[in-house]
T-cell receptor, first 117, second 110 residues
Framework: GAGVSQSPSNKVTEKGKDVELRCDPI?????LYWYRQSLGQGLEFLIY????????KSGLPSDRFSAERTGGSVSTLTIQRTQQEDSAVYLC???????????????FGAGTRLSVL | RKEVEQDPGPFNVPEGATVAFNCTYS??????FFWYRQDCRKEPKLLMS???SGNEDGRFTAQLNRASQYISLLIRDSKLSDSATYLC???????????FGQGTTLQVKP
């Protein structure tokens, strides 16, 4: 596709419910990243995928958070038993690779704005 | 100490002014850096990459000082449209993930 696509763009859920956020990376990009941005805060790294494997999950805040990627393309971030502190914008990015060269320039989707009531 | 630190500002400058932001990083192994721009309620977009001592693109100049471990972004002849938050970004080695600074907010006034 032309850019990174995320859905839904907005999600309102009740505390305790599970949510799934989807990311479609730029076609041909092997690396995919999830970040979280709370109101007025910087971006917080959650997890990244190289192909279908996740070499670094260090940013996932708790075991309620999980992510998977299939076919080296679409990724889903799942939050179980949502809490109010999970409210944030969840941003997905993709890059051609992960090396320190120009290959790791990351391009972002517009994000999913999650509100947990 | 945070891995990437920025002065959050806000920097309020008149149109036409020159403004500079600094960003310090703690990981001396970092080889490349980026400046991203983020408009209100939008996703970050790449502004400039810095792979060696610096980079220049029109009114924007980025410089890297490895000895002092800081990166700067200089904006000349500020425009109203430059108003945004500027994020300093470092990939720590070749791990893939990006470490973002908290961002510096710029407001250009008429």
């Amino acid at each position: 596709g032309a850019g990174v696509s995320q859905s839904p763009s907005n999600k309102v859920t009740e505390k305790g419910k599970d949510v799934e956020l989807r990311c479609d990376p730029i076609s041909g990009h092997t690396a995919l990243y999830w970040y979280r941005q709370s109101l007025g805060q910087g971006l917080e790294f959650l997890i990244y995928f190289q192909g279908n494997s996740a070499p670094d999950k260090s940013g996932l805040p708790s075991d309620r958070f999980s992510a998977e990627r299939t076919g080296g393309s679409v990724s889903t971030l799942t939050i179980q038993r949502t809490q109010q502190e999970d409210s944030a914008v969840y941003l997905c990015a993709s890059s051609q690779g992960t090396s320190g060269s120009r290959g790791n320039i990351q391009y972002f989707g517009a994000g999913t704005r999650l509100s947990v009531l | 100490r945070k891995e990437v630190e920025q002065d959050p500002g806000p920097f309020n400058v008149p149109e036409g002014a020159t403004v500079a932001f600094n960003c310090t990083y703690s990981n001396s192994a970092s080889q490349s850096f980026f400046w991203y721009r983020q408009d209100c309620r939008k996703e970050p977009k790449l502004l400039m990459s810095v792979y060696s001592s610096g980079n220049e693109d029109g009114r924007f100049t980025a410089q890297l000082n490895r000895a002092s471990q800081y990166i700067s972004l200089l904006i000349r002849d500020s425009k109203l449209s430059d108003s945004a938050t500027y994020l300093c970004v470092s990939p720590p080695g070749n791990t893939g993930k990006l470490i973002f600074g908290q961002g510096t907010t710029l407001q250009v006034k008429p």
